[in-house]
């Protein structure tokens, strides 16, 4: 595994729209497994590929220790409730302000075997799919942050 370089705001790579991943190849794994170990190294709970360049739809998500969750191709087919909580981002170093997001979401993705799955995720779950799915279409959170937190 190899820890990558993760893109901060200002770089335009992470204003595109991702493209879907057509073929999990040895490499989309490979990306999953230094993704994943990127995020740990810094201390965070989700990574979008295009966080560290890559403009593919790819994401992953570990707000359980030990319990990473790969979502390749992801949509949100559900989401219900609301919560108002602090967020940040990888990217977008030293910012944090309130989001309003959905309390519950259902995300359905391929994982790494090429397999369909549904996903149901609440409070911090559930914001981690949020953000983590906005980047795959060139959007952060500061883009509809409620406040901003000093
Ligand atoms: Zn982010």
Redesign the pocket.
């Known amino acids: 595994m190899a820890k990558l370089n993760i893109v901060k705001i200002g770089d335009e790579t992470l204003r595109k729209v991702c493209r879907p991943v057509d073929a999990i190849t040895p490499r989309t794994l490979t990306l999953l497994d230094d993704m994943l170990e990127t995020m740990r190294d810094a201390n965070g709970v989700?990574l979008?590929a295009p966080?560290v360049g890559i403009l593919r739809r790819i994401v992953v998500i570990e707000v359980e220790e030990g319990k990473p969750i790969e979502l390749i191709n992801p949509k949100i087919i559900a989401y219900a409730g609301e919560q108002r909580e602090q967020e940040g981002?990888?990217?977008?170093p030293n910012r944090w302000g309130i989001t309003v997001r959905p309390k519950h979401v259902t995300v359905r993705a391929l994982n790494r075997h090429g397999e369909t799955f549904d996903l149901t995720g609440s409070d911090l779950l559930a914001r981690a799919i949020c953000?983590?799915l906005d980047?795959l279409d060139g959007k952060?959170?500061i883009d509809n942050m409620v406040e901003e937190l000093e």
Do not use: I, N, T
Request: glycine share 8%; charged share 10%; hydrophobic share 40%.
């Open positions: 989700g979008a966080q981002c990888l990217s977008v953000h983590e980047h952060l959170f």
